[in-house]
C-alpha cells in the first residue's frame, strides 16, 4: 500500500508534470467531485513564478471543461430529473436560474454549489456556449484572485 501511495505521490509531483498536473486536477474539481484545485495552481506558482499566467489559464481551461461535463451530464439527466415532483424551494431555484439564463453561470466557481449550478444549467438546457463563456469568466477570476492573493499572503514560502 506504501508503495502505491508513494507512486501516486511521485506521478503528481508538481515540478515534474506541472501544467499537465493543473489540467488534470482542476478538470476533475470541476465535476461533482469534491476536490479543490486551488492549492495545485499555488504550488506551482510558488515553485515556478515565471509560470504564473500558464497556470492560471489552464486551471481556466480544465475547469471550464470540467463545467461542460457538468453540463452536459444535467443535460442527459433533464428526462430522468422530470419523473420526480419538486419541492417549492426546488421550484423557486429553478425559476431563478431560468430568470438569469446563461449568467447564472458566472457562479459557477463558488464552492459546493458552483459545480451541481452547471449541472442545472444543462438540465434547464440553457444554451450551452454562453453557459461556458460565463463559466470561464467566473473560473478565470476566482484563479486569478485566489492565486494572486495566496502569493501576497505567503511571499517567501518555498522562495
Request: hydrophobic fraction near 55%.
Amino acid at each position: 500500500m506504501e508503495a502505491w501511495i508513494n507512486h501516486l505521490l511521485a506521478l503528481l509531483a508538481l515540478p515534474q508534470f506541472g501544467l499537465s498536473t493543473i489540467f488534470v486536477v482542476s478538470f476533475i474539481s470541476a465535476t461533482l467531485l469534491p476536490l479543490g484545485s486551488e492549492p495545485v495552481v499555488f504550488g506551482l506558482v510558488k515553485l515556478n513564478p515565471g509560470l504564473f499566467w500558464p497556470a492560471i489559464l489552464v486551471a481556466t481551461v480544465g475547469n471550464t471543461l470540467g463545467g461542460a461535463v457538468d453540463w452536459w451530464m444535467g443535460y442527459g439527466a433533464h428526462k430522468v430529473a422530470n419523473k420526480y415532483s419538486h419541492s417549492k424551494h426546488h421550484v423557486r431555484v429553478l425559476g431563478w436560474l431560468e430568470k438569469l439564463g446563461p449568467k447564472a453561470c458566472l457562479l459557477a466557481w463558488l464552492p459546493l454549489v458552483g459545480d451541481p449550478l452547471c449541472a442545472v444549467a444543462g438540465w434547464l438546457k440553457l444554451p450551452f456556449w454562453p453557459c461556458l463563456g460565463y463559466m470561464a469568466v467566473g473560473k478565470f477570476v476566482r484563479y486569478f484572485l485566489m492565486t494572486v492573493s495566496l502569493v501576497w499572503a505567503f511571499p517567501t514560502l518555498g522562495g
